[in-house]
């Protein structure tokens, strides 16, 4: 490798993923700060809420490094979750780097590009399971991991400033069924080298102990499945695959055929069976042959664990679902953790269930049916054995994780740690590590399917109809500007108290909007924009009197 230069520095910039859980977006620089060359570790997706009406996903804006992407070397994906990869097919036309991933998360990724037309425009280059490449001062070799999806990578990131380990998701897991285990030789090897940097999961960081195995939750299922009557649906995480693996053989163990519900789990069974995986298990049975089979001889393998309103889950329980029926006796399974956000619609989701008289099962009653993929502080303090890094830096946590997280690596005696949010930029070398600068690392919104700014005017406006109502108000003028007809209101989602009529307070607001009109002067009636004002204003004055809120006016001037 070669020596670093007089003015080279070795930078981290984390633009999302830091201060937040989800949405991964890692950069790693090399060279002096006029003429860095860079790497992208990772590009997710993070999803809407209730605080963003219409807007399902989520991505990191890639401003700052779209405007070096000559510079960028290539993009490196640590494993196939929607938040480190859910966010390539919408921003690789802004960076148009080379693409590196192990076979499965490549297989995966590959669908992805094929649904936005980049298939062919956007080739992915494999890398096996433990291999390595080199991208200009970066060598990178790919170390396994065990998580909550088949092939995770940590990647040992060497410069001639130094190393760095960047975990990704991760957990110790000592019999993940699927796929190898962590590799603590190549860990414990980088260590004794010297591991400059360890850029590190945070998730479970407030959590003792370990995360648990695989391989207990599959007995926990396998004795629960067996003792279900009737129709059986579990619900987990597509992408987890040893989760669906265990399910699988749980309901043939029972006697029951296997029937995938959701896009997201034909899409995972056939990436898992393009690199080996599930390679002896039945064929699954169509959402059409399952009708035909009886109660005690079918499990739905299904989508929407998380409340997803468009998700399989969500549509069974609406009684929606053009094939699948649940109902008194049955039983839905819930082998997975409730994402903080989501509490709400996994409630709403569930009491729907058993309104249908479905019986649930879930990880409170059944602690066995359900473990994390990431590490708990016991395994951390384990990794941070094998690694024995100067440096700490945590990540994938919201704010009181990273800090938590710093904390701990201190009181392992790890003799730096910082914590950097989205968008500062950490020099790990040469020198101590401190963040040296701050660039833009903001949101995009996939709203109706544009790309649209965080705090954009469509969204802005959609929350405040949301929660204020809208009011439309409409008036003919003629030639002479004299009204001939209206102002006449309409109104969406504003109340009326008890003894009143909307259509009582709608003629209040449109004498409101006349009399506003009537008060202008003949030049301000040539004006549309002005009588516009005029009536907006009116009306807005008024909704505040009445409801104690202003609502979106649309005015609409008619000329005849």
Known sequence: ????????????????????????????????????????????????????????????????????????????????????????????????????ATPFTAFVLREKLRDAGLEDEAPINEVPLGGSLTLGPFELELITLTHSIPEPNGLAIRTPLGAVLHTGDWKIDPDPLLGGVTDEDAIRRLGDEGVLAMVCDSTNVFVDGVAGSEADVRVALGELIAGLKGKVAVSCFASNVAR??????????????????????????????????????????????????????????????????????????????????????????????????????????????????????????????????????????????????????????????????????????????????????VRLAPGRAEIIDEVPAGRLFVDAGVLTPENGEALRERRHAAYNGMLTVAVAMDGRNRIVSGPDVRALGLPTEEGETLDEVLDELADEAEAALKRLSGDQRDDDDAIETALSRAVKKASQRIWGRRPVVETIVLRI
């Open 244 to 425: 669906m693996d265990s399910v699988i053989r749980a309901a043939e163990a029972a006697g029951r055929r296997v029937c995938l519900v959701g896009r997201s789990m034909l899409r995972m069974a056939a990436a898992a069976k393009s690199v080996g995986l599930m390679a002896d298990i039945k064929p699954f049975v169509s959402e059409g042959e399952a009708n035909h089979l009886p109660a005690d001889g079918v499990l739905y393998l299904c989508t929407g664990s998380q409340g997803e309103p468009r998700a399989a889950l969500a549509r069974i329980a609406d009684g929606t679902h053009p094939h699948v029926k649940l109902g008194a006796g049955d039983a839905c399974v819930f082998s997975s953790r409730v994402i903080p956000g989501n509490e709400v619609a996994i409630r709403n989701l569930q009491n729907r269930l058993a309104d249908r008289g479905v019986r649930l099962y879930t990880d409170r009653d059944h602690p066995g049916i359900h473990v994390s993929g990431h590490p708990c502080r016991d395994e951390l303090a384990q990794m941070y054995r094998w690694a024995r890094p100067e440096i700490a830096v945590p990540t994938h946590g919201e704010r009181r994780h990273l800090l938590e997280h710093a904390a701990f690596a201190r009181d392992l005696q790890v003799p730096q740690q910082v914590t950097p949010r989205n968008g500062d930029m």
């Open 1 to 100: 490798m070669a020596k670093a230069g007089a003015a080279d520095e070795l930078v981290f910039l984390p633009l999302g993923g830091s201060n937040e859980i989800g949405m991964n977006f890692n950069l790693y620089g090399f060279g002096p700060p006029h003429a860095r060359k860079w790497i992208v570790v990772d590009l997710g997706v993070t999803f809407g809420d209730q605080t963003t009406p219409g807007v399902e996903v989520i991505l990191p804006d890639p401003e700052f490094i779209a405007a070096h992407a000559k510079d960028v070397l290539g993009i490196v994906l640590t494993h196939a979750h929607e938040d480190h990869i859910g966010a390539v097919a919408w921003l690789w036309p802004q960076l148009r780097a080379p693409l590196y």
